[in-house]
């Protein structure tokens, strides 16, 4: 069984640029959730979407959005880009079914952001 | 909201035991997990406790006081593969819309040393 795929790997922006990252969870996964990883700050909630639709939403502005799409994958954009946006942004797939959680959460490899 | 507090670093030997401590206070809780995360890869789940007491699988085991707002997790026989970063996450309550949103701690450095 395949794991949870992040493309790209690696990206470098400018700041007052946009970015999409993309997120294929499990197969059979209908829950990913988005979390943004700082030096400064450890792991942070961003979002996380089940059955298309935004489950639960972390503290961070509105220019953070995210889709999910009706195969389970889910994207996240960052609009106008700002130096302190480099981070390593990871997804994490569960097996969530309706609303019965799973408590297991498998990540991705992530996407490493630099912001320049 | 969350807060969630453990050490910064550790250091052990290795065969020896390491108990790494984790304390949170919540608006509600569904759940406390450990992840494993080496440098430069994603974090791996490790274990989960929602109701009290012990879970024990293989060398590691996580204890969970609700009551206490505490939880440990216990590594056995280290071996130095065992480097890493050692995370504590809090779930939301479903009652608060909690879904799969967790709550990391900024980890523990646990450095194994012969």
């Known amino acids: 069984k395949a794991g949870v795929t992040q493309t790209p790997r690696y990206l470098i922006k400018t700041r007052g640029q946009q970015v999409t990252l993309s997120c294929s969870p499990i197969?059979?996964?209908?829950?990913v959730s988005w979390y943004q990883q700082t030096p400064g700050q450890g792991l942070q909630f961003l979002f996380e979407?089940?059955?298309?639709?935004?489950?639960n939403k972390g503290n961070f502005p509105g220019r953070f959005s995210g889709r999910q799409f009706s195969n389970s994958r889910s994207e996240m954009n960052v609009s106008t880009l700002e130096l302190g946006d480099s981070a390593l942004y990871l997804c994490?797939?569960?097996?969530?079914?309706?609303?019965?959680?799973?408590?297991?959460?498998?990540f991705g490899p992530g996407t490493r952001l630099t912001v320049t | 909201g969350q807060n969630i507090d453990q050490p910064t670093e550790m250091t052990a030997t290795e065969g020896a035991i390491v108990q790494i401590n984790c304390t949170y206070q919540?608006?509600?809780?569904?759940?406390l997990f450990w992840y494993q995360q080496h440098a430069g890869e994603a974090p791996t789940f490790l274990s989960y406790n929602v109701l009290d007491g012990l879970e024990e699988k293989g060398r590691f085991s996580s204890f969970l006081s609700r009551s206490k707002g505490y939880s440990y997790l216990l590594l056995k026989e280290l071996q130095m593969k065992d480097s890493a970063s050692y995370l504590c996450a809090v779930r939301d309550s479903i009652l608060t819309g909690g879904g799969n949103k967790l709550t990391f701690g900024t980890g523990t450095q646990l450095k194994v040393e012969l």
């Open positions: 994490a797939s569960s097996p969530s079914r309706d609303r019965t959680l799973s408590y297991e959460q498998y």
């Open positions: 919540t608006s509600g809780f569904n759940g």
């Open positions: 197969s059979g996964h209908r829950s």
């Open positions: 979407y089940f059955s298309e639709t935004q489950r």
